[in-house]
């Protein structure tokens, strides 16, 4: 993988279990029914024996894969978000993270990119559920490169965990040499006029419109944070104390998400102006996934507006 390349995540985390699976020989997939979507089957042509199909059954999949755990096998189990958080969310809670149990799920077609499918399989409020899930790690990661990085933290870590990934193409903003923590943000730009805190597959577009900003002489710094649970304080608060406007850029809703849970920090750590930019409170229509980010306010030329409006003052009364 080079920089720039246009790489799918759910790609990446196919080829990344695959990778795993030679050094992780515990490690078991269940994917139920979307393994061409998730691209897990790259795993069952790898390891069959170790790679089960559920059908379109994602409760009873998150209950195998407590079971499993129990029994000590490293459960990954696969599914559209949407589906992972709503669907089996009871199951999520009572069988996986109130007992603590080693699972980790991936949910697929994060956000918007969905292929055209709407409302029933956008998930835009999937963040703000395992957010709030007690005992859950919640990442969401920027580019392919990253993807590898995070599968391999997420496996050795013990304790459940959401991993969620998009199914659009994106193009790769890190180096293979990239250090991936949980729980640690990365600095991505210098700059001391306003600082854009980014998550996910909006990472290059917050890179994107540092660099336009930067043509008009305004200094936006960008922290990408992939771990929204638990989020890294430190890195927010110096955000705030040294420029003293944020903008949060999610492909999520705003209510719950990266932006809620930087409004939280700053709000007791560090106040500052802020401005989330997310979905406002709204199914998400059927249609081409840049024609809807842009509907929304999501997309280059808004974060950078936004900035500018905060570098003006125009936003002093605080965050929306």
Same mark, same amino acid.
């Given at each position: @993988?080079?920089?720039?390349?246009?790489?799918?995540?759910?790609?990446?985390?196919?080829?990344?279990?695959?990778?795993?699976?030679?050094?992780?020989?515990?490690? %078991?997939?269940?994917?139920?029914?979307?393994?061409?979507?998730?691209?897990?089957?790259?795993?069952?042509?790898?390891?069959?024996?170790?790679?089960?199909?559920?059908?379109?059954?994602?409760?009873?999949?998150?209950?195998?894969?407590?079971?499993?755990?129990?029994?000590?096998? @490293? *459960?990954?189990? +696969?599914?559209?978000?949407?589906?992972?958080?709503?669907?089996?969310? &009871?199951?999520?809670?009572?069988?996986? $993270?109130?007992?603590?149990?080693?699972?980790?799920?991936?949910?697929?077609?994060?956000?918007?990119?969905?292929?055209?499918?709407?409302?029933? /399989?956008?998930? %835009?409020?999937?963040?703000?559920?395992?957010? !709030?899930?007690?005992?859950?790690?919640?990442?969401?990661? $920027?580019?392919?490169?990253? %993807?590898?990085?995070?599968?391999?933290?997420?496996?050795?870590? &013990?304790?459940?965990?959401?991993?969620?990934?998009?199914?659009? *193409?994106?193009?790769?903003?890190?180096?293979?040499?990239?250090?991936?923590?949980?729980?640690?943000?990365?600095?991505?730009? *210098?700059?001391?006029?306003?600082?854009?805190?980014?998550?996910?597959?909006?990472?290059?577009?917050?890179?994107?419109?540092?660099?336009?900003?930067?043509?008009?002489?305004?200094?936006?710094?960008?922290?990408?944070? /992939?771990?929204?649970?638990?989020?890294?304080?430190?890195?927010?608060?110096?955000?705030?104390?040294?420029?003293?406007?944020?903008?949060?850029?999610?492909? /999520?809703?705003?209510?719950?998400?990266?932006?809620?849970?930087?409004?939280?920090?700053? +709000?007791?750590?560090?106040?500052?102006?802020?401005?989330?930019?997310?979905?406002? &409170?709204?199914?998400?229509?059927?249609?081409?996934?840049?024609?809807?980010?842009? #509907?929304?306010?999501?997309?280059?030329?808004?974060?950078?507006?936004? !900035?500018? &409006?905060?570098? +003006?003052?125009?936003?002093? #009364?605080?965050? #929306?």
């Amino acid at each position: @993988m080079n920089l720039g390349d246009m790489i799918a995540p759910r790609e990446a985390f196919g080829r990344a279990l695959v990778a795993a699976g030679r050094d992780y020989d515990r490690l %078991v997939v269940l994917d139920a029914d979307v393994s061409r979507s998730t691209y897990t089957y790259l795993f069952e042509e790898q390891y069959p024996e170790r790679f089960y199909e559920i059908g379109i059954a994602e409760q009873n999949m998150v209950g195998i894969a407590a079971g499993l755990a129990a029994t000590g096998w @490293m *459960p990954f189990v +696969s599914t559209f978000a949407v589906f992972a958080a709503k669907r089996a969310c &009871d199951q999520v809670r009572v069988s996986v $993270a109130y007992p603590r149990m080693n699972v980790k799920i991936n949910g697929a077609y994060g956000g918007v990119p969905t292929g055209k499918a709407g409302a029933t /399989h956008s998930s %835009v409020q999937d963040l703000a559920v395992m957010r !709030a899930m007690p005992n859950m790690t919640v990442i969401t990661t $920027a580019d392919a490169v990253e %993807v590898h990085k995070a599968v391999r933290a997420v496996l050795e870590y &013990d304790g459940p965990v959401y991993l969620r990934t998009v199914r659009c *193409p994106v193009p790769v903003i890190f180096e293979q040499d990239y250090d991936f923590e949980i729980g640690k943000a990365v600095a991505l730009r *210098p700059g001391d006029d306003v600082a854009i805190l980014s998550t996910g597959m909006m990472t290059y577009k917050a890179l994107e419109a540092s660099d336009a900003l930067a043509q008009e002489g305004i200094g936006a710094r960008v922290v990408h944070i /992939h771990t929204l649970k638990p989020i890294d304080e430190d890195a927010i608060v110096q955000a705030s104390e040294e420029t003293g406007r944020l903008i949060t850029v999610e492909n /999520h809703s705003r209510i719950g998400g990266l932006g809620g849970a930087v409004a939280e920090v700053t +709000s007791e750590r560090a106040p500052c102006r802020l401005y989330r930019l997310g979905f406002p &409170d709204t199914f998400i229509e059927s249609g081409d996934d840049e024609a809807v980010f842009s #509907k929304l306010g999501v997309n280059v030329e808004n974060i950078v507006a936004k !900035a500018r &409006d905060a570098v +003006s003052g125009r936003l002093e #009364k605080g965050s #929306k």
